[in-house]
Structure formats: C-alpha cells, structure tokens
C-alpha cells in the first residue's frame, strides 16, 4: 500500500507575541484542509498532534491543538511529544496499519515565550547524573562539537560557514524571518554559549505550526493529481548518558537512515536521494549529520560544504530552505523538513527550488541532547 | 487492519503511593523486564517501542531519553506518545497501530508515572486553559464531586450506591497482588464512614495517586504463533475527542464514552454488548463514574447500573465481571493506568489472571481509557482469532 502526503502549510515561523500556540495550528488546519478541499472535521479518520506541554505551559497541550485540528466528537487524537517529524511517521503508520485512510498530521511551538529554555532542557537528564551537572541541550552539544572538530581537526570557521550559508538561503524563504547579512568574523565574535558555539551557531527561537493532509493511495488520487508519497520511514534512539556515546558518530541517524532506506529500496541516500532536509538545531550538525548519512567521507563535509557541493545548485542539495539555522521553531522543525522537501518535489519552492527537478527527497528530524533520537522519513513525487 | 495482532505478553510493577526504592528508569525496567518474562522472549527480540506517561507531573522533561537505557530501546525505534489520563490506551493502540502497519514484529509499549517525584496537582490544574477557567480549576476531585451529584439527581441513586461499587472495587483488588489500595471494606457503612472530599464524594470513592509502571508485547500474526503463551486477539480500537470549548459552562455530558464504545461495538457486530462481552475492565477514577460510565457504555440501560450493583451483577464470580482487577479507584499510576486495563483483560482472556480470574468463560474484552477534557480511548480484545 502506498500512502501519500496530498497538502501541507505553514505558518510564517516568528514573533506572535499576540497569539496564542493552538492559534498558530488553526491557521495551518484551515489552509492544508482547503487545499486538500477537506471540510473540516469530515473526511479524515484520525489527527496526530504534536506538541510540548512544557513549551505550551499547559498539560494536556493537545487539548487545544486537538480542539483547532477538529478533533471534538469526531476523528481520533493522538499527540506525539517528540520532534514534528515523528507525528507524520505515526500519521503514515496508522494509515499502513489500516486503521485510517486520512490522518491530518499537525505541529506547534511557540518557544519565544519561554524565557530560559535551558530550565527546561536540564529536566530532560536523567536525575541521578546528567541533571546535577546542570547540563542543557546547548552544553550537551557543545561537547558534541568538540568531539567532531578533534576527532577530524576541523575548524570554528568550518561551523561559522554553515552559518553563512543558511542565513544566505534563509532570506529566499517567505516562511523564514532572517534579514541582513553576517560576516564570518561576525559570527565567530559573536557572544560563546558554550565552546565552540556561539549564540548565531543556535537555532534561533521562533514561534509557529504546520500542518500536513496524508492518505491512502487512492484516496491520495481523489484528493491532488500531484501526491508525494511516503517511501520509507526510520528511527531510532542513543543511549543517554553522554560518556556512553562516541559523540562523533551519529549511530541513530545512521541506523534510521539505514531502515528507511532498506524500506524504499535505496542502496546508497547519495546516489538514490536527490535533495536533503535534515535538521541542523546548531550549525555543527549540519555536517555531522550528512557525513552520517553517508553523502560525503568522515571529516570532509566542511571542505565540500565551500566547494558547492550541497548548494542549491550543487549535486547533492542540503536544506536549500535555509534550515533549522534560518528560524524554525523545536517540535515543528522536523515536521517542516517534511513539508520543505514536499515543496520541493511538487516544483512548488519558488526561488529556493533547485535546478535538479528533484524526484526523491530526504527530511530528517532530531531532539533530545546532542541528537539522541533520530527520524528519517524518505518521501518520492508521485506524478 | 492491515494485519492481524496480538497481545503476547504483559507485565506490571507493584504500586504503591511512593516508590522511594527505585527511579524512573528502575520502575520501567520492572514492568518491561515482567513483560518480557512473561513473553518468555529477551529484549533484543523487541523491534520498536512505546513510552508515555503524563508530560509534567513528574517535573521532568522528554523522559524517553533517559528511559532509553532502561528499557533496551537504545539502537531501536521508538515512538513517544502522551495524551494524558488515556495515555496508556493510546500507547496500546500505537503499539497495535505499529504491528498492524506491517514494519515491526514485535513492539513493546510501556507507560508509567512516578507522582510523588512531581506535583500531580499542579500539573493538572494547567490542564484547564489559561483564559478562561484555570482560576476556578479544582484538580480532578471538583469534577467528579459534579459527576457524582449529576448522577445521584438524574437516577434517584442513594449514597449507598457508590459505597456498593467501593465494596466490590476493594474484593476485587484484595485478589489483586498487584493493587495499591487493597482495603478490608468489608460493608457499605465502612465506606459511608470515609470523609468527604467535597459531597457527595468522598475520600474512598475517588481513585489513589500511585506509582507504577505496566509493559505489553504485541505480536503479529506469523509471530504470535511462535510465543510462548496464548496470544489474545486485538479486535479493534478507537479514540474520541470531547474538547474542552464545549464542555465550558458546566453542562455534564458523556458523549465521548457513549461514542467510543458504540463505534467499536457497531464496527465489530456487537448487539448486546453486556452478553457478548465477558469482562470490561474500565478506566472510572470514581465510584460513581464506574455507574454512570458502564450506563454510557452502553451496557445496560441508563439510570440501571446502581440496581445492578445492588444486585452484584458486577463482581468477579458474577454475570458481568466489572474491573475484576479492583480498578481505578484502587491504582492509578496514570500513565499506565490505561495500559494496566489492557494487560487485565488480556490475563482474563488467557485464563491467567489468577484468583481475580473471572467465573465466566471469557471469549470478548473491553478495555477502556478516560482523560484530558472528557477523551475515551476503548480496546476490544479477544481470546479467538476471528
């Protein structure tokens, strides 16, 4: 059986100050499901949420994205408090398990409102240990950075680079609020949070929702001519105690890469896959994470990253939307790498789309410290 | 389905109001290391897992990363899941759901809470949203001190009511090992005596904050017939939403729990759902809810139930066994309370559940969960294949 992605949207990723999270993913319903020409609450069997009780400051924080979402009295609800791109793994589970032919899949954050994430971050350790050292997910990969600049003496520069790249591509994407333009001695003098990464190598905090409409084959059919279908799906955990892993060696997004792509029945993601999505919550990961993924050898990414090689117009694109790095909010992150590499297939990018004509994509999603879990989700053009 | 499922192992850890002996990842280890046990299989076997309990109320964030450890799940998928009071319903569903898909064999799902770690009241006091009634919230009591009054006016039931449902809850947990509250009630007058927590409700009639933890194994088909012990059929499963705009201004509804079970039992052919079903293991926080809630289920008429619990239909040796394992209202590690249901019924169709074991020849089981702003979760399992 084959199931497909038939709408997605998104909410431009900033500042809503005024609004409150379950707003944001009313808005992103409302759009997906007209375009997937779905009333709402009719039509599909199932929601999957995602969100954070503790970044909504609110228990049961699916209580209102589930409200927003139709779920009163009508298709079931289940919310996945992990990365965004886990929810449309579940979404894609249930409709191969048979139990929905239509699941609408949403995600939302508005972290701007949090004022010491690092509070937060800290009760994600185990209490024994990790948590009394005062760690957050920043320190957690900091030492992950360090660990891979040893290991393959790689430079700040080489991370600064990244930074530079994804604000540049950044500003050709409306979803994204990144203006200006930053030097690589502007990010490298920029205030250190934890050697070696300084506040412009973060993440930047951003508030938003998204949505996406999945189906069922030939429901797919009914709903777009133009579906991306789901291909394979993969994901897995690390230990968690930090002195347990080899912080150099991404072993859970090879091992879900791996699965998605035994599913897909792609031998090699560099050759098989034409355009990458992954998630970057510091600059350092970005190349982490495609050498993990096999696109070039250990240690190189950073020399091939200036080279052109994972540019728009390069042979293997890497997050031609500008990333994680350009603004996108935690939990919607990896749920927005899915919708970005939809726009991609679907020729619907605008001035990031690249030149390839893409036909297989990969979107990836992390969280935890310093990429404890991963999620990668293979996704083809069906038309 | 896709594929069919099975429920090939369960397991569940003591509970008690405080678990000073172990921690987080300690008390998940012995509800999965049970699981396993009882699966006779090791947990390299499992292929993905299922973690969930309730986000806040231990005061800690993203759990399943330092569950990971504990529980085997490092190198392995997994998936984490939390919806609240029906928490433990959906990690079963999301484990059929993974099975069923075709990509997993063997999953695991595991659900737990630790409330003595956190503050259980004020993580549920933020259930309620922010703008409109947080400043009026009263945790669960204030709820179900409504539902019971609701219910008493509705039916004409008597005090007594609710104290008869608290009798059989505590027979029924005193042949559960596992059970936090295993009282000697012996009388309705005992139960009358318990001090109100707010009228008609009192202390006995509401459900215990505990700490506990409980693991299934889900099987497929192929995969089912190579374990050790019975399988039980996974018949169907569903979830209903009840959001909170609409239950805003007081006005009492049951339209989730009705919902649930009549999508289940219309899917799967089910007329008479009190003879078909051999044991219901319900998620009731309360004693009252456990009347009013069997009525919105559909198995007997409404404003009956407190008749038939006057008549002991509900016990254990009796007609229609009710929470043969003491219920709600005597365990409550919400988390995985939901999945403890599940594993009840699972044992009852098995023939394994011991001296809670039912009289009646157990071929249906319905399981249910109950949370969030009125949300059901309902399982229906069976001990044959078709």
């Not at chain 1, 189906?215 to 897995?236: F, H, M, N, Y």
Request: hydrophobic letters at 40%.
């Amino acid at each position: 059986m084959r199931v497909g992605i038939v709408s997605v949207a998104q909410t431009p990723f900033r500042a809503y100050p005024q609004w409150r999270s379950h707003e944001l993913t009313y808005l992103a319903v409302e759009e997906a499901l007209r375009r997937a020409g779905l009333p709402f609450r009719e039509g599909y069997d199932e929601i999957v949420t995602c969100s954070s009780d503790h970044w909504d400051g609110k228990t049961l924080s699916d209580i209102e994205h589930g409200e927003v979402s139709g779920a009163h009295l009508g298709p079931g609800e289940e919310k996945v408090s992990m990365d965004g791109a886990n929810a449309v793994l579940l979404g894609f589970i249930k409709i191969l398990s048979g139990h929905a032919e239509v699941v609408l899949v949403t995600a939302a954050c508005k972290e701007m409102d949090v004022l010491d994430p690092s509070v937060i971050e800290n009760f994600g350790f185990d209490v024994p240990f990790q948590q009394s050292l005062g760690l957050d997910f920043t320190q957690a990969a900091a030492l992950q950075a360090v660990r891979f600049m040893h290991r393959y003496g790689l430079k700040r520069e080489d991370f600064a680079e990244v930074v530079v790249e994804s604000r540049n591509r950044a500003k050709t994407n409306p979803f994204l609020s990144m203006e200006g333009d930053l030097s690589l001695e502007e990010i490298l003098g920029a205030d250190l949070l934890a050697y070696p990464i300084t506040r412009l190598d973060r993440r930047p905090p951003r508030d938003g929702a998204c949505a996406l409409v999945l189906a069922k084959e030939d429901r797919a059919r009914q709903l777009t001519d133009r579906p991306v279908w789901i291909k394979g799906v993969g994901s897995c955990y690390e230990p968690h105690n930090l002195g347990d892993r080899d912080l150099s060696e991404p072993q859970a997004l090879i091992l879900a890469a791996k699965d998605a792509c035994v599913m897909a029945g792609i031998e090699d993601p560099a050759r098989g896959v034409d355009l990458f999505e992954i998630s970057e919550h510091f600059s350092y990961q970005q190349l982490l994470w495609i050498e993990g993924l096999g696109l070039c050898p250990r240690g190189r990414s950073g020399e091939l990253l200036r080279s052109g090689k994972f540019d728009r117009t390069g042979d293997l694109p890497v997050n031609p939307s500008g990333g994680l790095l350009g603004g996108v909010p935690r939990y919607v992150a990896g749920a927005n790498r899915v919708i970005e590499a939809f726009y991609q297939l679907r020729g619907e990018a605008g001035a990031r789309a690249v030149e390839s004509e893409p036909k297989v994509a990969l979107a990836h999603g992390t969280y935890g410290p310093a990429g404890q879990h991963h999620c990668v989700i293979l996704l083809e053009r069906g038309f | 389905m896709a594929r069919r499922t099975a429920i090939v192992g369960v397991g569940q850890t003591f509970h008690r109001s405080r678990r000073p002996d172990v921690h987080i990842g300690e008390l998940c280890a012995e509800a999965v290391k049970a699981a396993l046990e009882d699966a006779e299989i090791h947990v390299r076997d499992i292929q993905a897992f299922v973690t969930g309990n309730m986000e806040l109320f231990e005061g800690r964030y993203v759990q399943d990363m330092w569950l990971a450890d504990w529980i085997g799940a490092v190198g392995k998928p997994g998936i984490r899941v939390t919806t609240g009071g029906t928490t433990g319903g959906t990690l079963a569903s999301v484990a059929f759901e993974l099975v069923a898909s075709g990509l997993y064999d063997l999953v695991l799902a595991v659900g737990f809470e630790k409330q003595f770690e956190g503050d259980t009241r004020a993580g549920l006091k933020t259930v309620a949203d922010p703008l409109w009634i947080r400043w009026q919230t009263t945790g669960a009591i204030g709820y179900f001190s409504r539902q019971a009054r609701y219910y008493m006016k509705e039916t004409g039931a008597p005090e007594e009511a609710g104290a008869m449902v608290r009798v059989r809850l505590a027979a029924h947990a005193r042949n559960n090992p596992h059970a936090h509250l295993r009282l000697d009630l012996e009388s309705v007058e005992e139960v009358l005596k318990s001090p109100y927590l707010i009228p008609p409700l009192r202390q006995l009639d509401m459900c215990p904050t505990s700490e506990g933890a409980c693991a299934i194994v889900v099987a497929s088909e192929e995969r089912a017939a190579r374990m050790a012990r019975r399988p039980v059929w996974v018949k169907d499963w569903t979830s209903v939403h009840k959001e909170a705009i609409y239950v805003r201004g007081g006005r009492h509804s049951v339209a989730d729990l009705e919902m649930a079970a009549s999508r289940l039992f219309r899917r799967n052919g089910i007329q008479k759902p009190m003879e078909e079903i051999s044991v219901a293991e319900i998620y009731a926080p309360s004693t009252w809810a456990e009347l009013e809630w069997l009525e919105a289920y559909g198995f007997c008429e409404k404003g009956t139930a407190w008749r038939l619990e006057e008549k002991g239909v509900f016990y254990w040796n009796r007609e229609f066994p009710v929470n043969p394992s003491g219920g709600v209202v005597c365990t409550n590690p919400i988390g995985a309370t939901g999945l403890i249901r599940v594993a009840e019924v699972a044992l009852q169709l098995r023939g394994d559940a011991g001296p809670r074991q039912i009289s009646r020849k157990p071929t249906l089981g319905f399981s249910s969960a109950w949370g969030g702003s009125g949300w059901t979760v309902a399982h229906l399992l069976s001990s044959s294949k078709d």
